[in-house]
Nanobody, 122 residues
Framework: VQLQASGGGLVQAGGSLRLSCAAS????????MGWFRQAAGKEREFVAA????????NYADSVKGRFTISRSNAKNTVYLQMNSLKPEDTAVYYC????????????????WGQGTQVTVSS
């Protein structure tokens, strides 16, 4: 599976962005998908995850109520809608695919996209 993330950019605090992650391959629906982020000088952290069917989602406490993960298996794409952005959301955002039932740890993910920069100005 190859993953291509896009949609990052510069936005003011309180603004919104939607990230997309396009996947290659015919078995996209068999993968759980996750979004992670890594700020400068910090470890990569979990943001959100969604099951292959799209019926179960999970979020980090820091983004709950502001971010929404969704997927279109017909388009082989997973999305991250980010609203009410804060300067502390500034990071490189990565999408990843997993065959595991777990979702929080980066080590559970088999495939990673290249990352897209999100910068939130105050």
């Amino acid at each position: 599976v190859q993953l291509q993330a896009s949609g990052g950019g510069l936005v003011q605090a309180g603004g919104s962005l939607r990230l997309s992650c396009a996947a290659s391959g015919r078995t996209f629906s068999s993968y759980g998908m996750g979004w992670f982020r890594q700020a400068a000088g910090k470890e990569r952290e979990f943001v959100a995850a969604i099951r292959g069917s799209g019926g179960n989602t999970n979020y980090a406490d820091s983004v709950k109520g502001r971010f929404t993960i969704s997927r279109s298996n017909a388009k082989n794409t997973v999305y991250l809608q980010m609203n009410s952005l804060k300067p502390e959301d500034t990071a490189v955002y990565y999408c990843a695919a997993t065959t595991s039932t777990g979702y929080r740890s980066p080590s559970l993910y088999n495939y990673w996209g290249q990352g897209t920069q999100v910068t939130v100005s105050s």
